[in-house]
Every structure is written in C-alpha cells, then in structure tokens.
C-alpha cells in the first residue's frame, strides 16, 4: 500500500470528481506518495502543525489495473526511494481513509491499524 497525506479540500474535491489529484501533480506531473515506514518522516518534514489533513491508502496493484503509472524515484534528500503516482488516483484505489490526528506537539498520530505492534 502507498500512503498520500491530503488536505481536507483535496480529499472533498475527489469525492465530486471521483478522482484524487493534488497540486503536486499539475505543478511536478505526479503525486508524492510514501509507504508505511516513510509516513512518519514525511509527515514530520512537510505537514507539521497542518490542521484538516486526511490519510489516505491507496492499493498500487488497483492502481495498476486501472492503467495508472506508479514509479519509484530516488530522493536524494531522505536517501530512499519513494513511489510516484503519475496520473489522478481513482477513488476505486483508495482502500481507507482516515482524518489525521496530532499530538500536544503537533505531529501525526497514525491511526491504530497502522501502528507497529
């Protein structure tokens, strides 16, 4: 599964048109995304104190049954590789969707499911 963090608008907007698009992808031509161990540190570093986010899940292999083009590029500022949507995600591809909580601090909580044990 990849993990995309979304304004609330966003996420409203893709219930209308029945796809999820962000700025990212008119501005860079794709979505960021990132996967489960990555969601933290993205959240740290680009959404901190960002009220009215959304988490959402999206299947890859859904993704690519629906002819959409997922790629994995090198970020050379976090030294990963991270998976780059390159069209609107059908809504079809999003599994779940949860509204993000913060702690005292500010940072995101992940929903329980997604918790290490």
Do not use: C
């Amino acid at each position: 599964m990849l993990y995309r963090l979304a304004t609330v608008a966003d996420w409203q907007h893709a219930q209308q048109t029945g796809h999820f698009a962000s700025a990212d992808l008119a501005a860079e031509g794709f979505i960021h995304t990132s996967e489960r161990h990555q969601l933290l540190e993205t959240a740290r570093r680009y959404y901190a104190n960002q009220p009215d986010l959304q988490l959402l899940e999206i299947d890859e292999a859904t993704l690519q049954s629906a002819g959409v083009r997922v790629e994995r590029e090198w970020a050379a500022k976090r030294g990963e590789f991270f998976a780059h949507i390159f069209a609107p995600v059908p809504l079809a591809a999003v599994r779940r969707e949860w509204r993000v909580a913060t702690d005292a601090a500010g940072e995101l909580q992940l929903p329980p499911e997604l918790q290490e044990a």
